[in-house]
């Protein structure tokens, strides 16, 4: 079973071709980075304007590279939010058009089912896991009691940690997306500025950065008004520390609530090497079997949202031609 996969939700558009959930067929992804980056951040009206651009040629490509004819595919799908709705509006019209033209059923995806499904490309999932998202736009754990039924246990309450690494990095005047820049000079020999960290109530899963983003922002300003600017990497580094400790602290114990037997890691921030290593050793220790992505699978790409589609397409779970993009969509009610 084939599924062709759109995934237009913010500045990438991607096409995939996944067999069975699991084999990528095809993969084709066209950052919109160069496009936004003067602006220091995703401009919705550019975005989607390029995704009118792009995403014909995308599909053509994904074909192409497949080797595969339309009549060879059982589903189109497409994430159907959440997201920027002009964005998402792109990926969701031309996936309507080619389910209509081609006659095939028509699988509407959450965006974040597909980070946390990208994992299936690559690895056997057991249940009941738990996931830790953490992406540009969320911050969540996820406990996932069977395949495809979530419920979400804990998330931020402020910014997602891939926004704060954002802000934090233009702060230090680093490039837009500036997450893997800070994690790039975390990894370096030197001092960490010491950082509070947001516990939040003792049983909480919840998370918040938007204190550890003033607390970062009001040391960079003092140190400028002494004449002793911060150095980057000194930043960079305490910030990472703060991040990852409480993530990783807060995972950690969620699985053992919960009795998970894996622990699976998903989204853009995902890629971080700082929260990977952490991950990989508290979890060594605790015996846990820690999952994620390989890094091209974490930011965005549509061979995850294939990877989602084929849970619904299992179950003949199909979205009508009438379907609505939906910017705020609901994990919990996406479950099969
Ligand atoms: P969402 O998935 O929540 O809708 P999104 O799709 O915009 O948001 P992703 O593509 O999943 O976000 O992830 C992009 C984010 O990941 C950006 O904020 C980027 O800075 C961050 N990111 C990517 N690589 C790294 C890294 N190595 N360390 C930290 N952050 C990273
Ligand atoms: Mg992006
Ligand atoms: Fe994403």
Redesign the pocket.
Known sequence: LYILAIET??D?TAVAIVENGTTIRANVVSSQIEVHQRFGGVVPELASRKHVESITWIIEEALEQSGLEPHDLSAIAVTQG??LIGALLVGVVAAKALAYAWELPLIAVH??AG?IYANQLVHKLQYPLISLVV????TELVYIEAEGVFRIIGQTRDD?A??A??KIARALKLPY????Y??RLAQEEGAALPLPRAWLEPDSYDFSFSGLKSAVLSALNQANMKGQPLVPQVVAKGFQDSVVEVLVEKALRAVKAYGAKQLLLA???A???GLRQQLAARCAAANVPLLAPPLSL???NAAMIAAAAFLKLQRGQFSSLDFKAEPLLKLEEWSV
């Not at 992406?135 to 969320?138: A, V």
């Not at 997306?177 to 893997?180: C, E, H, L, T």
């Open positions: 939700s913010c990438e959440p997201g965006h974040i980070h992406s540009g736009g969320h997602a891939g926004e690494y954002d997306p500036g997450g893997p800070i994690d989204g853009g921030v890629a971080n090497q974490c930011t965005d």
